[in-house]
């Protein structure tokens, strides 16, 4: 069974410009996460997902911030403009059961 | 919100040694999971625990629930190589949101072959 795949791996980019990420979730799976982890830290959720409906995204800097996830099966999460703070990896992950996550290889931003 | 702590932030261990880890926090917790993450991937599962009390093995790793469900353990026998990596605990959130994972700081763990 594939695991959460996700795109691109590494994005170096300057401050102020725009940047995606996309996640394809486990196949089945109809609840999708958007995580962020900052260095020594432990993953913190930004968005959830049910479905194609995002159920929570009180963590989400919705200034820039945004995330789709059309027909309820890959998500896109934007960031535009980008911040320095904003350099993180940022993970998707899926579950079946809503307490086993399970999480794709991220992508780590660099923002410079 | 809640917080889990981790004990001890770092580990470095000889090849062959048995390690324990704990995760402990102020509030009740109903489910404990234990991921590992090893550099530049994504963390994996590797136990999940939804008892008080129980014990449940994978492999050469065991992990608690806690009696007082304020803390878990994790242990690794007989560590390899690859058990390199930074290995994280999480429990659902309060307020009924199961969905909504907490994390520890992690352990990082160091094995000298």
């Known amino acids: 069974e594939a695991g959460v795949v996700q795109s691109p791996r590494y994005k170096i980019i300057e401050k102020k410009q725009p940047v995606a990420f996309w996640c394809n979730p486990i196949?089945?799976?109809?609840?999708l996460y958007w995580y962020r982890q900052n260095l020594g830290q432990g993953p913190e959720l930004l968005i959830r997902y049910e479905n194609e409906e995002a159920v929570d995204d009180s963590q989400l800097p919705k200034d820039r911030f945004s995330a789709e996830r059309l027909k309820g099966v890959d998500s896109t999460l934007k960031i535009q403009p980008a911040e320095l703070g904003d350099s993180a990896v940022y993970l998707c992950?899926?579950?079946?059961?809503?307490?086993?996550?399970?999480f794709g290889p991220g992508t780590r931003l660099t923002v410079t | 919100g809640q917080q889990l702590n981790q004990s001890p932030q770092s580990m470095f261990i000889q090849e062959g040694e048995d390690v324990s880890m704990n995760c402990t926090s102020s509030?009740?917790?109903?489910?404990w999971l234990w991921y590992k993450q090893d550099p530049g991937e994504g963390p994996v599962l590797l136990i999940a625990?939804?008892?008080?009390?129980e014990l449940t093995s994978n492999g050469r790793l065991t992990a608690q629930f806690g009696i007082t469900r304020k803390d878990s353990f994790l242990n690794i026998s007989a560590s390899i190589p690859s058990d390199v990596g930074i290995y994280f605990c999480a429990g659902p959130n309060s307020g009924g949101s199961n969905y909504k994972l907490t994390f520890g700081k992690g352990t990082l763990l160091t094995v000298n072959p």
């Open positions: 992950a899926s579950s079946l059961d809503r307490l086993e996550q399970y």
């Open positions: 196949s089945g799976h109809n609840t």
């Open positions: 509030s009740i917790f109903n489910t």
């Open positions: 625990l939804y008892k008080a009390g």
